[in-house]
Nanobody, 115 residues
Framework: QVQLVESGGDLVQPGGSLILSCVISGNILRPNVMAWYRQAPGKQRELVASRTSGGSTNYRDSAKGRFAISRDNAKNTVYLQMNSLKPEDTAVYYC?????????WGQGTQVTVSS
């Protein structure tokens, strides 16, 4: 059973930075895609960034140039580096994993950008 556990969410001022972590436990198959989604109050969940097991990445337009998704296979961890944070980045951020067998979600971590 694959489990995803996020951490790193916090209250940060506009212009600040955060690193979110997602630890993968269990045996996620290859090929796979790991991704970060977010959901703000009253809004639909949206894709922020994704990374294939082959290393290809994809970002929503508002995240390009500010966010970076990466993976440390030795630590079974996926990261989301977020820079130049804006109030509109405020949301619960979820880690997502997909392999040929299933799709997996973490419990979410709250990111609040406010002065």
């Amino acid at each position: 059973q694959v489990q995803l556990v996020e951490s790193g969410g916090d209250l940060v001022q506009p212009g600040g930075s955060l690193i979110l972590s997602c630890v993968i436990s269990g045996n996620i198959l290859r090929p796979n895609v790991m991704a970060w989604y977010r959901q703000a109050p009253g809004k639909q969940r949206e894709l922020v960034a994704s990374r294939t097991s082959g290393g290809s990445t994809n970002y929503r337009d508002s995240a390009k140039g500010r966010f970076a998704i990466s993976r440390d296979n030795a630590k079974n961890t996926v990261y989301l580096q977020m820079n130049s944070l804006k109030p509109e980045d405020t949301a619960v951020y979820y880690c997502n994993g997909q392999d040929t067998r299933s799709e997996y979600w973490g419990q979410g971590t709250q990111v609040t950008v406010s002065s």
